[in-house]
């Protein structure tokens, strides 16, 4: 079973102050994905993880950046939140076997900055 | 490069009737192929996942893919729909996390179901 946590679930807060989104799995999974996604879109991958100490950017740029201390914690952080920041944030974890690894999702975060 | 077109951004269906969900995809390599359902308010739960091993994949919730290599598609079918299958459902493609595992997603193709 999938085991892969977000908070908060929902968070609204004021343009300028400093989030930081939390994302554990209790898989052990070496790959974590952050991805954002605005209502009714697509996902759009912002930052992924191959392990400990190990971030990159996505393919849609952003404003946040990403920690990768512990294997099982991957923290995105917007130093300051703007409206432009709101949004559905998604983390995901998959493993890494070399072959087709799913990713599986966390509930979700959705931000409203006002 | 690798993309993913989701023919239909909302399919509305009876109950009882079959379902078809539309996926085509480009990619330079053989993919994997992936579809995946988000219910309201949650994440991404897997439906089912293409790997080579069979052309047709079944999956949960009564739902099956096939994959045309000569159509460059990955239609979603299920024979009869429940009011419970109403959803967000997206398809994508990756080259394996032997590359970088990197999913690129379709736009979602909403799913209603009328009774």
């Known amino acids: 079973e999938a085991d892969i946590y977000q908070t908060p679930r929902y968070l609204v807060i004021g343009t300028g102050k400093k989030i930081t989104l939390e994302c554990s799995q209790t898989?052990?999974?070496?790959?974590m994905y952050w991805y954002q996604q605005d209502p009714g879109m697509e996902l759009h991958l912002i930052h992924y993880?191959?392990?400990?100490?190990?971030?990159e950017k996505g393919d849609l740029s952003s404003e946040s950046t990403v920690s990768r201390i512990r294997t099982e914690h991957f923290p995105l952080t917007l130093e300051s939140a703007r409206p432009s920041h709101t949004s559905q944030y998604l983390c995901?974890?998959?493993?890494?076997?070399?072959?087709?690894?799913?990713?599986?999702f966390g509930p979700g975060t959705r931000l409203t900055v006002t | 490069a690798q993309s993913v077109t989701q023919l239909g951004s909302h399919v509305s269906v009876s109950e009882g009737a079959l379902v078809l969900l539309r996926c085509n995809y480009s990619?330079?390599?053989?993919?994997?192929l992936f579809w995946y359902v988000q219910y309201p308010n949650q994440g991404l739960q897997l439906l089912l996942k293409?790997?080579?091993?069979?052309?047709l994949v079944k999956g949960i919730n009564g739902f099956e893919a096939e994959f045309k290599k000569s159509e460059t598609s990955f239609h979603l079918t299920k024979p009869s729909a429940h009011m419970s299958d109403a959803a967000e459902y997206f398809c994508?493609?990756?080259?394996?996390?032997?590359?970088?595992?990197?999913?690129?997603f379709g736009q979602g193709t909403t799913l209603q179901v009328k009774p």
């Open positions: 994508a493609v990756s080259l394996g996390s032997g590359n970088t595992g990197k999913l690129i």
């Open positions: 995901a974890s998959s493993p890494f076997s070399g072959g087709a690894d799913e990713q599986y």
């Open positions: 898989m052990g999974h070496d790959k």
């Open positions: 990619s330079s390599v053989p993919p994997y």
């Open positions: 293409y790997t080579s091993a069979a052309t």
């Open positions: 993880s191959y392990g400990v100490n190990s971030t």
